[in-house]
């Protein structure tokens, strides 16, 4: 299929802690690539995974997650030979434990930026989304207060512009977000200890990483509402969410990200006709066209889990009004998870990583899918 400049694709990476030789991540006295002869050789390794995975991609946009230093990530895209081919929006870690997301966005056919200026990163939820004094009334009784008021990992939100004139296709808006993971919380346990820790301190810890999360994908919810309001039935505003969420796609965090548009499986039905707000999982696209799919993006406890996503707007699903671009394809490139010592021996991360593309192809006036 010949392609057009203004297709679209996007993936997610997650490096799983790149940092440069002697950095530290978690641990102030234990840095993933020691500053010696075989930390050097692992990190070596890990660029260049790393930057054939890139490669592999192909895509004009990649999120990436759990970054420490930006110049090891532009050291991984040098290895791929495609230092110049990207703009990279990335900075490094600002202290011990605080990874960062980053994003590349592919330059076009001339040279000339598709990444648009003002991209940066998010970290304090947006004005209003505050839990202070909310009272249940459906069986519960208590108020409850979380004062939980910005992000783990600042989202990244960035602005790109695919090329084309006639017709230029509208920006988009991505959003690049690694949500807390479902391993526990780390806290402190000095004195005065509350009481919870004394007691049941890893149901605390476990419970504290889900509370966070969800609150975390209310206010990731909470900045989409403000881009994809829409003001009239005929505006559009394609909208990418992109990064590790640290959860199923049909989890209750992760749908609460998307706000659960429906998806036309009947010819005659009028599902997907319309969602301002809705995002859209690969994931399911893809299933919905495959014979057989398997969708896993991480393992745990040989459990397969699919913990990586893409969601797109409207703008990006077949089947609606407003619809700019059609899917393609998903790929799920994760089969380094099944060898044996793939972090050590291949300086592989243990994400599977996940590309979509998407075909200029908006919809003809004349059509209405109704």
Known sequence: MARNMRDLSFATFNLLNLQVPGGLTYSTNSPPFPDDAEGRAAYARKIAWTGAQIAKLDAEVIAFQELW????????????????DYDIVARDAPGIGQPQVALAVRKDRH????????????????????????????????EITITINRFSRPVLKAEIQSEGTSPKPPP???????????????????????????????????????????IEAGALRAMLDGVMMAEDEDQISPTVVLGDLNDDSLSVSTELISAQPTYRLVEKSTAGHSADKGLYSVERLQQYRSLRHVY???????????????????????????????????????????????????????????????????????????
């Open 111 to 142: 040279g000339n930026a598709q990444l648009l200026p003002g991209a940066d990163w998010v970290a304090e939820f947006p004005a209003g989304y505050v839990y202070d004094g909310v009272k249940e009334t459906d069986g519960a009784s208590e």
């Open 172 to 214: 988009v808006t991505v959003f690049v977000a690694h949500l807390k993971s479902k391993g526990p919380a780390r806290v402190s346990f000095a004195a005065p200890m509350p009481q919870i820790l004394q007691t049941y301190p890893n149901i605390a810890k476990s419970a504290l990483a889900h509370v966070r999360r969800i």
């Open 296 to 370: 896993y993006t991480h393992v745990y406890k040989d459990k397969r889990e699919s913990l990586d996503h893409i969601l797109v707007s409207e703008e990006f699903y077949d089947h609606s009004r407003k619809r700019r671009w059609s899917f393609r394809d998903m790929e799920n490139y994760n089969d380094h998870l099944n060898r044996e010592s793939f972090e050590d021996s291949e300086g592989a991360s243990d994400h599977g990583l996940v590309r979509a593309r998407f075909d200029w192809n908006p919809m003809p006036e004349e059509i209405d899918v109704a």
């Open 69 to 84: 230093s930006a110049a090891a990530l532009t050291e991984a895209f040098a290895a791929a030979g495609l230092e110049t």
